[in-house]
């Protein structure tokens, strides 16, 4: 049984982004989300928000036990990245505890890292090719530490990053998380339908995430599996007000990292995003954040990533008030009438 349920019809769940939000909240806004429509919880793994404005950054693992104590949907950190604030076999542990308590609900999503969060162990920071390398390496590690949990043996590995000495995940559930890589090139894309269970990803061109998709199905289909029941996910970044100048302004003012242009992996402070966000203007956000004050226009856009090919959407919208934004998406956009249950 898939961990993730893949079905013909867009499951919508709610991104709460952890640079915004305090533990607390976010626990709240999930719990918020569900009683109006949303079937699942994403959040953000960063040890900095991207700009000091948005100021919040709280362990990823801590929220997400909340989360799922307080609501029945699936949930999953959209990206976490090991082997730099915490080696593959830590993320592993902490995956598996979750899938353990919380049976058929929990997911991993995978990355390859930002130095904004990573670097702050200090050491090396690698090159793109050499972190997808890693990220794939560490990926490895936890497949193997979740196949053999039952087996009653140990195993090891070495690699050119890595090594695990010989061991085993003494609490595991019974079906081990899926994993999802985090990636918005095609070659990773491909890659990750060989290797993974499912593909995430953001904001883009359709047509670029049309080739997205086809290079995740044809590494799937290479290795023997069916990439129409992989979930196929997309953390889609909105501003949604009750005016669309209202709406550009909150892009602006609370996302600016949303429409910076260029490579960000290897910044390193929120300070050093906050200088750079002064050169952000307000065309740079196309096709990277959603901005409309038309609720139609969002139900348009989801009808849009249904035909492109993703199963599963995590919606988060870049202003402050995510209780008003949560009511009115779920009632305008997806037409739910709330539930207090």
Partial sequence: MALLPVSDR??????????????????????HAEQHGFRGVMTSDHFQPWVPQQGQAPFVWAVLAGIAAQTRGDFGPGVTTPGYRMHPAAVAQAS???????????????????????????GYWPEAHERVGRMFEAIEIIKRLFATAHSGRDTRFAGNAYTLESTRLWTAPASPPQILVATAGPVTAKRAGRSADGLITTNASPEKLATLLERFATGAREAGKDPAAMPRVIQWHISMADTLGEAEETALREWPNGGMRFNRADIRSPQDFAHLARTVRIEDFDGHVF?????????AKLDELARLGFSHVYVHHVGRDQRAFIERFGAEVLGVTPSLA
């Fill in 96 to 122: 598996a505890t979750l899938a353990a308590m919380y049976p058929g609900r929990h997911w991993l999503g995978i990355g390859s890292g930002d130095a904004l969060s990573e670097h702050v162990v200090g």
């Fill in 10 to 31: 867009l499951s919508v769940g709610y991104a709460a982004m952890l640079e915004q939000l305090d533990p607390r909240t976010a626990i709240e806004l999930a719990v």
């Fill in 291 to 299: 901005i409309s004050a038309d609720a139609a226009a969002h139900r």
